[in-house]
Nanobody
Framework: QVQLVESGGGLVQAGGSLRLSCAAS??????MGWYRQNSGRQRELVAD???????RYADSAKGRFTISRDFAKNTVFLQMNSLKPEDTAVYYC?????????WGQGTQVTVSS
């Protein structure tokens, strides 16, 4: 069983930065990324990166967030700058593994105005 362990969430003022980390317990030879969800809303893609290094960003994340991976350590990062109150959500790590979606436990990000 593959586990995804997230860290790095917290409370930050608007304009601040946070860095999320997610470590997988096994090699992920596929995409890894980050989604977020607010209560009452669907989970949405923030950013992901394929094993080949191709990246996708939500329009809301472009220019402010940067995704990266340490393939040797099976870890994916999300550097979030210029945070806004509307970025407040639970952020979930995601990995595509053997045809399935794996999810982390979620980490809360709260941006105060």
């Amino acid at each position: 069983q593959v586990q995804l362990v997230e860290s790095g969430g917290g409370l930050v003022q608007a304009g601040g930065s946070l860095r999320l980390s997610c470590a997988a317990s096994r090699n992920i030879f596929n995409a890894m990324g980050w989604y977020r969800q607010n209560s009452g809303r669907q989970r949405e893609l923030v950013a992901d990166m394929s094993f080949g290094g191709s990246v996708r960003y939500a329009d809301s994340a472009k220019g402010r967030f940067t995704i990266s991976r340490d393939f040797a350590k099976n870890t994916v990062f999300l550097q979030m700058n210029s945070l806004k109150p509307e970025d407040t959500a639970v952020y979930y790590c995601n990995a595509k593994y053997q045809g399935s979606d794996l999810w982390g436990q979620g980490t809360q990000v709260t941006v105060s105005s």
